[in-house]
């Protein structure tokens, strides 16, 4: 693949756009379910809960994520307007219902008042962030005390295989988000490193080390 390639889909997984943008949208989706649901799991998700995603994608995993327990409210940030609409789309009926609200921001604030959220995930957003140790900040802020916040991401020693990566990247392992982390004011609660079979882009089956970060406001 020419450079130009890698650069359009590195550009498109950070903000996914056009017609091309739908495709990885649900690629993503897709390729990333593991990994999503072992972050909702791991956020022990309980009635009325009200949690916050950040970089949802096109969010196809939030009736999963309504099925862990009764009266929840979801909130999606996204910086992909094709992104927003998607999830819009596919949630309609959570959006109607006002169980779900979607709505798009800068990557850097987030637009929510101090202490709202019980629960807080994000997964595959890392590796985006602009401003990581303002943002984990931020995330902390609309947190509740003793709220969690699962950080969710692939390992830097499978994601360095990727041609792609060299691009608009910036790689984690576990130990690197754990030194960024003790720069916050959260408190690790727990660290799990999964392996998993997943499709690679060329289609063939390649093994994917994830690491879910559980943190404690």
């Known amino acids: 693949m020419k450079q130009e390639e890698l650069q359009a889909i590195a550009s498109q997984l950070k903000h996914p756009s056009g017609?091309?943008?739908?495709?990885?949208?649900n690629m993503m989706n897709e390729t990333n379910i593991n990994m999503t649901k072992h972050s909702i799991l791991n956020l022990n998700i309980s009635n009325e809960n009200r949690i916050l995603e950040l970089g949802h994608g096109n969010a196809g995993h939030v009736e999963f994520l309504f099925e862990q327990a009764e009266k929840l409210k979801y909130c999606g940030l996204e910086m992909s307007e094709l992104m927003f609409q998607e999830a819009r789309q596919i949630n309609r009926n959570f959006v109607s219902q006002k169980q779900a609200f979607f709505s798009l921001y800068d990557g850097n604030?987030?637009?929510?008042?101090?202490?709202?959220?019980?629960k807080i995930f994000t997964v595959n957003t890392i590796y985006f962030w602009q401003k990581p140790e303002e943002l984990l900040s931020e995330i902390y802020r609309v947190l509740k005390p003793n709220g969690n916040f699962c950080l969710t991401f692939a390992?830097?020693?499978?994601?360095r295989k990727l041609p792609f990566t060299q691009f608009e990247f910036e790689l984690y392992s576990t130990e690197k988000a754990q030194e960024l982390i003790k720069k916050s004011d959260f408190k690790i609660v727990y660290t799990e490193t999964q392996t998993e079979q997943v499709k690679?882009?060329?289609?063939?089956?390649?093994?994917?080390a994830f690491t879910t970060i559980v943190l404690e406001k």
């Open 19 to 25: 017609e091309k943008g739908i495709e990885m949208g």
């Open 109 to 118: 604030i987030i637009p929510f008042e101090d202490g709202l959220f019980d």
């Open 155 to 159: 390992e830097e020693d499978f994601m």
């Open 200 to 208: 690679s882009k060329t289609g063939e089956l390649v093994e994917r």
